[in-house]
């Protein structure tokens, strides 16, 4: 970390400062230029809040040398992590489709839905039965007896499944589901965070909607740094301006984490845009920026679903948009 | 609500689209102009899911006549709701000035601060024990030692306190704090809502910085909902691209929510702006914008905060900041 | 246009609404049902201010059934729009590569470059001349000078040329400019579009940060209404909260625009990101979301240009990227 | 400016980096610690483009000792800048209350609403006549007509008159006009502001919608680098998501346009909240905030105005606001 004073810092603060920096175990590095004086920090900066020292007044600004996340640096672990979600493996050249309805209604439903994406090559298995949803009163999921709906399709089919947690205490009833998702409200739900960095399944951690990249990676570390380093990275759109889709898909984050981190980085294409005409297109461009994975929603019948239908897809829909994925994925090796 | 269809809707869809709104207990009014057909749906609109039906083929917009906030909402609830913290009322025409620091650290800490703040005028005393930090790394707070301290101060001085609560099973720790704060990273943990809403204690309801007015009245509806009606919400800044401040301070919100719900509206300049010497012009704003109270952090001696220190002001500035709070409530009667 | 009264409007203000709606040409069917009336407007409503009806007291909403773009509108002009740009074609599944310097600097420079991107594949050649620079002492361009180095390199090649203007004055030196281009920072720049209204080249108009893709399809219309029906839109990354790059890529924005207008799109990934090693991969992503042509900066020593460029790439690096751009659109049409 | 490197930096790309900062002219002091190199740089690092060097591959980060504004710039002009426009001054304890109509409309108007907002104290007169529109179809402002009557009302009055500008070939149509104004969407119109660079006349500048406070700064610089000193700036608002409000109010930008420059500060609420009930709250929060002056529409029958309309004002609205803002201001002063 290195520290730029302002010109003639007042000294007695300069003074406070250095003592502080002292008093985290950091070995101060002071070097005078004409104009400024520069402090380069050596010691574990992590615990370090870079914007306490930013705001002082002695201070021009702070700049890390080293991102504060480093079990997910990829300085320091340069080779692709690999998560195995079951038979599934996700990253290091592995990819994967994660389709299922976004909420589970009946056995029959998420039953004949598993079997169809099976058929068309997902992977894994995803349906909701925990829902965050902004208004009190709308259909909240199926809860308790929407994981024993998701466990009789795991076992009708042998997909594996994701199923999104909201609060640590659902937690006991996750222990056959294969890998546990955090939603973009719980990408800074840090008490639930620690807990799954106790946990050994996999954790599909979704980027909150106005959390930056760097934020997404904090929150990963949170994770990692308990014990837990099956952590995978989901973008799935943020909140901007634009209202033409219900979030801006960034996905330029999918090269800009695999720089910065060796997780992989799967997509969701379905909450980011809310609009089944754009999945298609939003799957290709993601699977062209490097994805490792990505995760549709997918209907038997979007009308009628309880919630967030208008932006599934059939799944005679999903079989084309595999295909295509495939297609896409030998045309970039070349 | 209002669905305005598009032009020439598919009659199979149309049918289907009536079929589920008939499903939903609502009664449908169509009526047909030269170039659209608009369904004027009575019933209880407030469990239905606006993007669902906005997302159809055959649909152009739907528009909600009635706000799906129905206890929050000033048209059901015209008057003022005036909300008691031990002897503080907030609300109604009530001004509360509500002080501490970012993170207790020590008895000696809060207990000086806590006397300083309230013989400047604070109602209410403020102090971090649970501390969301991007950072796994970063200090995370006193936690339970942090109430107590927080509870010593409370009884040193005889001002109810406020602190903030990140996951449920805190909440016994919570048994003599006057009033539970939800940051603003929580604005969205349903889950933690839900149990606020049995709880009988006032809930200070943080802006998540990402959520619009009417997401923050919504998130205010799932604690009303539960029975109870103990809400004061908090306007603390918003995510932009700004950079100048930590975030944009939106003091249109005040009018906004006034306007909107009878709950008071509290504003949070420190950890909108981030900078110590914005605190005060941005306290002037927010109480000629006609808010019901500010909170301002406090410290001692900003330079040795173990967190955020450099947004906080010493308790000399706050004591300059509080009697031009109250000069300026007296010019704004004139 | 539908118009959603409140409940129980005041009966004067609605005459006064009616009265100005008809003054407007307008014909008017109310249609009233229990708890609301809706108000149909039948006529040309493109000139009407929206945002001025939906701020009187007695209005719910305002929904408008038909775009106010009407010549940029897909719905009128079914067909793709293919621009001819020289004997390069873009749109109606011709793609083209506009590859070339920031800011041309020397006739050796833009020719050899020129030279390179022609023999990867590049369609149209691309250099700036005139540059919109935040600061008034950073180099603004050769100006007229350049304009005659890029007619070198466009005699040496043939590669057609674009060049972005920034004001109506310089368009006397764009006689034999092949496309001329509007930049982000003068989307909006209404007398500006309305003189390329008049003209007969192409237009490469690109949206502003912070402009909706509704509002890119309105000033297209500003040239489009001028009889200029050349005009290729182009997606350049909008302004948010995110820092990693230096503007966010929305490539939905590619499909929606397909869906709402007839006009062909292009991506620039180079000023979207900002950074050099992100160009491909959003190269990549921008073709499989089946953009009609990518504008990309091309340097022959990045480390050396006089700006942007750190996110201009080498011609090695652009050649690779063309050959894998044509086998991806190879892989997309299975 | 300060370049710190990254660790091990390349030693071919370190000295050509070396080399080119050298060719600026500029003298650099290499410290080196154990972990990192800094590179200090003399000179005038005014023309430097950040982000250039910032996205070296060798470069951790680029920071700026000293804001690229000079002339703008406090420090080198601690004392504020007093702009006078005609009778009215504005700036260094200075307040003015700038109104009238977003439109002119007709002789009558102007001349009765100017009448009105004299008696009420206004200073300056506000008055469109070249309008952007975000449509090519709907009004487009009175232009040369509208100057004429713009003058009329100024000399029924007295009032000091401003109105937009919208591109340089209207400049001569201001020879009488007593301040230009620089709209939102022409705040980076380079062209534009360096030719009223050249100009006696004072330039209100609005901020751009999605333009930092330090770009707002930059594009003043341009006009006081041509050597116009009479600039003020103007915060009307940013574009964010939140949509209750048309724009978000950045009211911090007040004390920190102060802190940085010493050019007068002006708010206009009636744009950036586009709703006429929260343009009073909002005019008292700026009064508050510390600002130099406020810009309010005001019009003798919001239900007609040709535009803007549900934002304007009526003149006893406007009388009641001038009154409160003057006396808020001298509590202020207590």
């Not at 952590?231 to 800009?256: Q, S, Y």
């Not at 799967?266 to 994975?293: R, Y």
């Amino acid at each position: 970390m290195v520290v730029i004073l302002k010109e003639n810092p007042d000294p007695k603060q300069l003074e406070n400062l250095t003592r502080w920096l002292k008093s985290q175990d950091l070995v101060i590095h002071s070097s005078n230029g004409i104009h400024q004086t520069v402090l380069g920090l050596v010691g574990d900066t992590s615990r370090i809040d870079i914007d306490l020292i930013k705001a002082l007044d002695i201070v021009e600004d702070v700049v890390r040398i080293q991102d504060p996340f480093k079990s997910a640096n990829r300085k320091f672990h340069p080779l692709d992590t690999v998560v195995e979600v079951g038979p599934a493996r996700i990253g290091g050249g592995n990819f994967a489709l994660i389709a299922g309805p976004c909420s589970i209604e009946s056995e029959e439903q998420i039953c004949s839905i598993a079997e169809a994406v099976k058929k068309s090559g997902a992977a894994i298995l995803r349906g909701g039965v925990f829902k965050p949803r902004t208004s009190p009163y709308a259909f909240q999921g199926l809860r308790a007896e929407g994981i024993k709906l998701l466990l009789e399709a795991k076992k009708a089919t042998g997909l594996p499944v994701v199923t999104e947690i909201m609060d640590i205490s659902q937690l006991d009833l996750f222990g056959e589901i294969d890998m546990i998702q955090v939603g973009a409200r719980n990408m800074q739900n840090f008490e639930l965070l620690k807990q799954l960095g106790k946990s050994d399944k996999p954790v599909l951690l979704k980027r909150g909607f106005a959390s930056t990249i760097k934020e997404l990676l904090m929150s990963a570390e949170y994770i990692l740094a308990g014990g837990n380093h099956r952590v995978i990275l989901c973008e799935r759109g943020i909140r901007t301006f634009e209202t033409a889709t219900r979030n801006t898909l960034d996905l330029a984050a999918v090269p800009v984490l695999h720089n910065l981190s060796h997780l992989p980085v799967v997509v969701d294409p379905s909450h980011a845009t809310g609009v089944a005409k754009l999945v298609e297109p939003m799957t290709m461009a993601a699977v062209a920026a490097g994805c490792d994975g990505v995760m549709i929603e997918v209907h038997n019948d979007p009308a009628h679903a309880l919630c967030d239908g208008p932006q599934s897809i059939l799944p005679e829909n999903f079989d084309a948009i595999a295909r295509r994925s495939l297609i896409l994925r030998e045309a970039l090796k070349k």
